[in-house]
């Protein structure tokens, strides 16, 4: 059983920053395995931030995150981690990361391809 652990989320103020981490197991040696991080804020819908893939790099979904949000894991690849700089308050949610396996022949993961998900943390940014 894939078991991922999230930590990092917290309160801010605008523009600061905030590291969140998942530790995960089992899929790092795959190489089809993904992982990705998601958000979801109260009445709305979950979204993807981005993913990161073996040998590929990361993905970035939301574009009001690209140039202040980095994905990146650890050379073992056991834990991903989300660097937030510059926060905003619409960057206030609960955080997800999530894990799967990417399907033959495709280039990336769907939502409905993460099959294991973190407890989530909360990430509050305040104005």
């Known amino acids: 059983q894939v078991q991922l652990v999230e930590s990092g989320g917290g309160s801010v103020e605008t523009g600061g920053s905030l590291r969140l981490s998942c530790a995960t197991s089992?899929?790092?040696?795959?190489?089809?395995?993904?992982l990705g991080w998601f958000r979801q804020a109260p009445g709305k819908e979950r979204k993807e931030i981005a993913s990161?893939?073996?040998?590929?790099?990361?993905?970035y979904d939301i574009d009001s995150v690209k140039g202040r949000f980095t994905v990146s894991h650890d050379n073992d690849k056991t834990t991903m981690s989300l660097q937030m700089n510059s926060l905003k308050p619409e960057d206030t949610a609960m955080y997800y990361c999530?894990?799967?396996?990417?399907?033959?022949?495709?280039?990336?993961?769907?939502?409905?391809?993460?099959?294991?998900w973190g407890q989530g943390t909360q990430v509050t940014v305040s104005s």
């Open positions: 999530a894990a799967g396996i990417r399907p033959f022949g495709r280039s990336r993961c769907r939502d409905i391809d993460y099959d294991y």
């Open positions: 089992e899929l790092s040696a795959n190489s089809r395995r993904c």
């Open positions: 990161i893939y073996p040998g590929a790099g990361a993905i």
